[in-house]
């Protein structure tokens, strides 16, 4: 079993939601008997301006006891991105972490810590950078990231970078460059290498989506892309069922998890969303064989949100025409 947390996006603000939102996941992993293995970051942990001393403030005094007893592995947010430049792979962030650039832990040799990937044992992670790189399909980075799911050996492909590809948080993926061009331009090819779950942050909400596939276009919306549109709780509607190994276009759970301290907000409805919740928490991953199960614990401790995804088999995929939508939106 590997256990791992995403402690959500935009948590580096030093602050007592950010505070709560450790502690009550150190009381629950506590509480389970499910110790971490591991810990991602998906960007915005030192505000505003990603400084040294704002590392310090916001995030290495925060989670020092856990970032003592596991690894981190960090995406870069814009606002580590005012100080630190993907291209040249420097400033606070790049001084802050050592990351993989020649497949030291698994993955496609990048040659660079600003995208990359890693092993842990039969799961593939893959970090790319939203911010300030080429995201253009045709890009170095979308050329690495093809050569590096082709050559990927895994039962469980998890991917994560900072922009989300799908949000009506506090901000919009039909409207944002960067989200759109996440959304259309890296997000096939991430479905053609089969990808599981797709963690982003920056929007500072929680939003999970049904399983989806082949949502690309400007605005998002879920007729004849969502291939389940189940709540994936085993209590309730059932796991999200896909077939065995890393096959392409089979579905992905999409997660927006931005609500790690900096203020929450919603602006809208994105449709592909099963879950929306305008409160602070964090992200906890447990896989366990042919079974990845999510849990959204809040800053005070509830469990908000149950998923699960089985892999087994062979699943014959088909799309759902007029699927389930959540509710709209009212300020």
């Given amino acids: 079993m590997v256990n791992n947390i ?18 009550a996941m150190q009381e629950f992993v506590k509480e389970t008997k499910r110790p971490l293995d591991m810990f991602i970051h998906v960007g915005d942990m030192a505000y505003s301006d990603g400084a ?18 596991v690894a981190v592995w960090p995406s870069m947010g814009n606002h580590e991105g005012k100080t630190s430049r993907g291209m040249t792979g420097t400033g606070p962030y790049y001084d802050a972490y050592v990351l993989p650039t020649q497949g030291e832990v698994g993955g496609v040799p990048s040659g660079t810590e600003a995208y990359y990937s890693f092993d842990r044992g039969r799961i593939h992670f893959v970090c790319l950078d939203s911010h300030d790189l080429d995201r253009m399909s045709t890009g170095p980075m979308a050329a690495w990231l093809r050569e590096d799911l082709n050559q990927a050996d895994a039962d469980w492909l998890i991917a994560y970078w900072h922009h989300p590809a799908y949000t009506k948080g506090s901000h919009d993926s039909d409207t944002e460059g960067q989200l759109i061009e996440m959304r259309e331009q890296i997000m096939p090819i991430m ?55 890393l096959n392409a276009h089979e579905g992905a759970v999409q997660i927006v998890t931005g609500h790690g301290g900096a203020g ?36 005070h401790g509830d469990v908000r949100d149950e998923f699960s995804i089985v892999k087994k088999g062979k699943v014959e995929v088909k799309r759902v025409e007029n699927p389930w939508q959540p509710a709209p939106w009212k300020k």
């Avoid at 995403?6 to 502690?23: A, C, N, P, W």
């Fill in 6 to 23: 995403t402690l959500g996006g935009g948590s580096g603000t030093g602050g007592s939601d950010q505070r709560k939102v450790y502690e």
């Fill in 52 to 69: 040294n001393y704002e590392f310090d403030k916001g995030f290495f005094s925060m989670y020092g006891d856990v970032l003592n007893q």
């Fill in 191 to 245: 479905e053609a290498g089969g990808v599981d779950m797709v963690l982003t942050g920056h929007s500072h909400i929680y939003e999970r989506s049904m399983l989806v596939d082949g949502a690309y276009v400007t605005p998002t919306v879920a007729d004849g892309v969502i291939l389940d549109e189940g709540d994936g709780n085993p209590a309730g509607d059932g796991a999200y069922r896909k077939s065995a190994g």
């Fill in 264 to 299: 929450v907000s919603r602006r809208g409805t994105m449709p592909i969303m099963r879950e929306i919740i305008v409160e602070h928490g964090s992200v906890i991953l447990d896989v366990d064989g042919d079974t990845l199960a999510g849990t959204m614990i809040d800053k």
